[in-house]
Every structure is written in structure tokens, then in C-alpha cells.
């Protein structure tokens, strides 16, 4: 899936100097109840914005221990967790710091970490964690499940990356950064700061340090494995691999909408409410099947405008171009009409493809709108082009259908990363690391997946022009313009053509033309396509297989906790029975 509750698959940033204001967090002064918040959750969920954090690692591990075998292993495994979590809190604390050296002496400099590189740590746990220790079900968060296999999602293609039961998170400016947090006990040791003291006293020093892990790689040694390690980056001009603009709509972060969508507050056990359940994907991009469409069959397919990023419809084809031009050559006029419209669409519930469902006044709509001087008259005109210009089978209407076709909102929170990657074949591949934050992934992002964006019957199914019954609605005029244009016409069409016209389709052969009656008459050849992330194939049909542009590879299902507290050393310590070491509890 691709942008945020359009949820889904690539980027996740549009270029932070033009949409700050809507897109990520910006890292500037905020209200008392904002900060106490972010002191009780983890961050790298909505801050910092994916704009300052450009280098992500993902870490993916699994508990050494075989299985539930009593509270030693379950001792051994809380010990190690605590180990993980301090060092993600002394690096935090800036008391554990990476040596940068100054570019005009030369000299290396100890910097903290999050002051300096925006870094983070964000750590969830799967559901083999909570089975492997036996930790009980009254202290588990309720909605968590491991991630169903390829065919439960709606994928066509085996997943070869399983569900573990860890996974870390690090974000940061500079990928460097994000390795050293992972291994850095090869690197120079640090210095012990016992000057002046004597040498007993130096030597209790080494010993706490002994204690403390150096990085990820020596905090989970005797209690976990790791499964496996990605990389991900943002574009500078912050596009996805395939060119276009992605994460328009996502929730503004730490917004009421974000909160809405991102935490759990109902949880049975109350220390986990303030979490929030983490997707993690990795989808492979077929740039080689992408560069086979043209520009024009690209926004068909996605819905947006590639010089924009625009929904389609929004503007006529003529005034898009001259505005992404305008954007190209730096133009400022073009840039405020692009800014204005952008606010507009980057709203997630605005019913771009429902108009009859916009209030029915100016003064009714959001105020950031009004400020831009939006009238109701001029959104219900762009909703209403937009409903007509992006077909059913576009990705951002499948994804994310605005409460058209009498559906609910259900909208996510997105991370996007591209990532490029050396395959086993030696062969270059390239795609997303997907990551969306949810309070209820089967009730927002598997919903989306098995019944939006890999349903062959949503949101159009079979014609309902005397050919067939079923779907939600008949494909609309310019649908079937688009369609006619491919050769795919409805029983009633193809009965209606005159000789000519059959030739001019390849239709003469009487066989031919039965053949084609056959396929208009067969609603499975009527969708609007079945590729789950991958999205719908050209002009809403798959006449001879599926379009694989996009492939997941699987991933998993985590839960991350907020930090008891606020001491992110503690984290995941409340999942165990004993809590009487946790700062105010007994």
C-alpha cells in the first residue's frame, strides 16, 4: 500500500521544505500535554519526521531460547532486554556518544546522538515473544498476532521473510550513525573517566561498564539471534523509487487524527495503553516492468499526477504541466498554487471521489482551509473532477476510497524507506521498507489489503449495463473510455459493432469474436484488479496474469510499548509478572 491511509507501499516524505506543515513532525516548541506524551511513548513513530530521519536500519530478531522453558529463560531474556534498553537510554541521555571529527581541526569530537543526528531507537515485540516466555495473557496487548501468510493477504507471490519476535528501529541522519548503534564494540574503546581517582576506584568504574552494552550486537548476545538487517534511505526530492510523490494523505503527525489512528487506549492490561501495533514489510519494485509504461499509464495507475503529485482531475491536463514546470524551474507563483491545492489534499478524510458527502458550507470545512481561502463551491468542484478523473482500479482510490461506495474511513500511519539491495543472483533489487503504525492492524491494514486493494470486486466488479449483476457501481463514463481504448468492451458493445469496426479491433475472425464475447460475459475478467500492494493491473483487468511491478516479501507483526515511567530503560519490563524493580511500583 502506499500513502498513509492511501496508505501503503513507497517513500514516505514529500520534500520537507515545501510540506513541513503537513507532512512529519516538526521538531520546534510544543504544548505542555504534547511533551508529557512524547516522554510515555516511543519515539521514531510520529517524531522525528522521516524528513530529518533519512537513514533507517531495520534489526529483526528472534529469542534464542527454544521455548517455554521456565523462568530462567524468561529471567534471562528480561536481564537482556534491560541490557537492549539502557543503551538505547544512555545514548538517549547523551552519555553514551559517537566521536565526530571537526572538519577544521581535524579533532575527534564526542557527539550526542539525538542532538546532533536526530537518532532514535524504536523497539516492538512479535507474538513469539509473549508464547516463548509464557508471559500470560493478562499482560499481553490483546490485538496482537503474527503476520498471516502470502495468501491470507491477498499476495500472489510465497513471503521469504518470516515473522521474528523483535524488531528494532533506528532512524537518524546518517546511516553511519545508525551502524555504529548496531556494532560499535570493534571501534576504539571508549576512555575511562577516572581521572584522578585511585586505582580501586577506576576498576569499579570498569566493571559498570562492563556491564552496559556497547551496541545492539553485544545487548542481545545469549538471548537472541538476529534474524535479519535492512537498510532504507529518503530521495532528496522526496519521491518513491517509481518517480511519483508519496504519503500525501498520511495523518499529520501527533495531530488528534494521528493519536486516533496511532495508539492503543483500550488495552486489558492499562501499562500497555499508549502503544501502538507496528506492520513492517519489505516489497520488492519490478523498475524494469514499471519502465515498460508509459507516463500517462503510470498516473492511471497510481492516480496522481507525476509532475505534481497531485490527484488526478484536481487540474486539467494543461494547467498540471505548466505547474510542474513552474515547481521544476523554481517558480514561486506556481509553487503557491501548488502549496494551496496540496493542503487541500493532504487532508486523509477529504471525499476526493464522494462530493455528495462534503458539508454543505464554507464555514463547515477544516480551518486550515478556510485560511487558504477555500470556498465549498471550488472543493466540491475538485472532488467532483477527482471522482471522475481517477479510475476505480487507481492504487490511491483502492487504498484508501474516502467513504466512497459506502465505505468507512480506515486509515493508517505510514514510515516509508526505499531501499536498493544486492539480491542472491547478483542482480540489483530495489522496492520499500513498508512501515505503518496502527491501534488495530486487522481492523485498518489487513482490511485495507484483503478487501480494498486485493478484493478483484471493490470497488467496481462485473457491468451492470444488462451483461451482469454485481459490485458496488457500474464503471463510470471515462472508465470505459479507458477501457474501450484497450480493446475491453461489455457483451452489449461488442454485440453492437458493425463489421468495420470489428476489423479495426482485430475482432473479423468469427472466433476471435466469440472469444471476446466470452471474456466480456466472464466477471472474473471484468475486475479492477487482484495484486494486493501491488495494486490494480492497466485499465482494471488481468487478461493474462498478474502485474507484478510490485512484490512483498513479507515481514511481521509487533507491538510497541510505551515506556514505563519514562525510562526507556524499562521498556517491555511490564510484560513480566514481577515489577517490583520499575521506579513506583511494588
Known sequence: MREGGETGA?????????????????????????????????????????????QLMIVRLNLATPGPSGRGAAEQVRHGLRRLCDLFARIDRGEKRIL??????????PAHLREKFSF?????????????????????????????????????????????????????????????????????????????????????????????????????????TIADVHLGFQRTDGRNLQGFNDGVSNPRALSPMFDQVVWSIDETYPALNRGSYMVFQKIVHDLDQWRELDVDEQQEWVGRSKGTGLLLGTLDDKEDAEVAAGLQAGDAAAFRKWKRLFALESHPEMPFYAPELLPKKTKDLPEDLRALDFTIDEV???????????????????????????????????????????????KIISGLLFISFQSDIQATFEFIKKNWAGNPNFPVGTHRSGDSEGGRRPFNEREHTLRRQSGRLTVS???????????????????????????????????????????PSEHGVTPTGEFLAIVPLGGGYYFVPPIPNRNIEEIGQQFFTDQSHIPGKT
Not at 100 to 109: I, W
Open 120 to 224: 532514535s531507537a524504536t523497539i516492538g515485540f512479535g507474538e513469539g515473544f509473549f508464547d516463548l516466555l509464557a508471559i500470560p495473557a493478562a499482560r499481553r496487548p490483546k490485538r496482537l498476532t503474527a503476520m498471516p501468510d502470502h495468501l491470507s493477504l491477498g499476495d500472489t507471490t510465497p513471503y521469504s521473510l518470516a515473522q521474528t519476535d523483535l524488531i528494532i528501529q533506528l532512524g537518524s541522519s546518517s546511516g553511519f550513525v545508525n551502524r555504529w548503534v548496531f556494532e560499535n564494540k570493534l571501534q576504539a574503546p571508549e576512555p575511562v573517566d577516572a581521572a584522578g581517582a585511585t586505582a580501586g576506584a577506576a576498576e569499579v568504574v570498569s566493571a559498570a561498564k562492563e556491564e552496559q552494552a556497547e551496541d545492539i550486537v553485544s545487548a542481545t548476545a545469549g538471548w537472541a
Open 380 to 426: 466540491r468542484a475538485i472532488c467532483t473532477r477527482t471522482a471522475l478523473r481517477v479510475p476505480a482500479w487507481a492504487h490511491v482510490r483502492k487504498v484508501n476510497p474516502r467513504r466512497a461506495d459506502e465505505t468507512a474511513q480506515r486509515t493508517i500511519f505510514r514510515r516509508g524507506y526505499p531501499f536498493v539491495d544486492r539480491g542472491l543472483d547478483n
Open 493 to 535: 458493445e461488442l454485440k453492437g459493432l458493425g463489421g468495420a469496426e470489428r476489423k479495426v479491433l482485430g475482432l473479423e475472425d468469427q472466433d476471435d469474436y466469440t472469444k471476446a464475447l466470452e471474456d466480456a460475459a466472464d466477471p472474473r475478467r471484468q475486475q479492477t484488479g487482484r495484486e494486493g500492494l501491488a495494486g
Open 100 to 109: 565526530v571529527l571537526d572538519d577544521k581541526t581535524g579533532r575527534p569530537e
Open 10 to 54: 513507497d517513500g514516505g516524505r514529500l520534500d520537507s521544505s515545501l510540506v513541513s506543515s503537513r507532512i512529519g513532525f516538526e521538531d520546534q516548541a510544543r504544548s505542555a500535554e504534547r511533551l508529557e506524551l512524547e516522554r510515555v511513548v516511543q519515539p521514531g513513530i510520529g517524531f522525528p519526521s522521516p524528513s530529518v530521519q533519512t
